[in-house]
């Protein structure tokens, strides 16, 4: 099975940096995906690392490390409309099982 | 652009009682999610489709089904109904069209299932 798991809250500022960690453990891994959900909203896709190193989309980035088993999500110049939970999430089985972590809610203050 | 289309968007039922979810995924994407998330919850991986036939089963009890019909919508049965199935139910798309292009999910608004 898939077991990830991430801290449960971080708080920030406006503008600053946050990174949330992701640890998982998995039978057979494809990858590392990360998922923005605000309150009450479907889960929406924000990035995904099937190689170690970063990947840079705008104000987010993402990191993984396979040989770690570790992986993060960077959010830079934060906003007051990132205040939502964050999912790590990684696929098993047949790769049509994706398993999300355990969540994140950041928090974003002005 | 067209969107994971998910009816009814709340459901309010009664133990014991029967309810359908429907999904209509995202035109040409071969592969249909379900998950059940609780409040604060994580979403909880229920069952998939692969161009309709079940791929991949998870956490989902005997009393629900789930199947994809030939125009690739799904359905979500559950049946006795219980106090805790109350959650909200997404249903999500994908498809392997290019690299790596099936790690997106597109998660429709979901169903807010209540049950008293």
């Known amino acids: 099975g898939q077991s990830l798991e991430q801290p449960s809250e971080v708080t920030a500022v406006e503008g600053a940096i946050v990174q949330i960690n992701c640890t998982y453990q998995?039978?057979?891994?494809?990858?590392l995906s990360w998922y923005q959900q605000h309150d009450g909203g479907a889960p929406t896709f924000l990035s995904y690392?099937?190689?170690?190193g970063l990947e840079e989309t705008g104000r987010f980035s993402s990191f993984l490390s396979r040989s770690d088993s570790y992986g993060y999500l960077l959010l830079q110049e934060l906003q007051m409309k990132d205040s939502a939970s964050y999912f790590c999430?990684?696929?098993?089985?047949?790769?049509?099982?994706?398993?999300f972590g355990s969540g994140t809610q950041l928090t974003v203050l002005p | 652009a067209a969107g994971v289309i998910q009816s009814p968007r709340h459901l309010i039922k009664e133990k014991r009682e029967t309810a359908t979810l429907k999904c209509y995924p995202i035109?040409?994407?071969?592969?249909v999610y379900w998950y059940q998330q609780g409040p604060g919850q994580d979403p909880q991986f229920l069952i998939s489709?692969?161009?309709?036939?079940?791929?991949d089963k998870g956490s989902i009890p005997d009393r629900f089904s789930a199947q994809q019909f030939s125009d690739y919508h799904s359905e979500l049965n559950m049946s006795s109904l219980e106090l805790g199935d109350s959650a909200l139910y997404f249903c999500?798309?994908?498809?392997?069209?290019?690299?790596?292009?099936?790690?997106?999910?597109?998660f429709g608004s979901g169903t807010q299932l209540s049950v008293l």
């Open positions: 999500a798309s994908s498809t392997r069209d290019s690299a790596n292009s099936n790690e997106k999910l597109f």
């Open positions: 998995t039978s057979g891994f494809y990858g």
């Open positions: 690392n099937a190689l170690d």
């Open positions: 999430a990684a696929k098993g089985g047949s790769a049509r099982q994706l398993t």
């Open positions: 035109p040409r994407h071969d592969t």
């Open positions: 489709f692969y161009e309709k036939m079940q791929s």
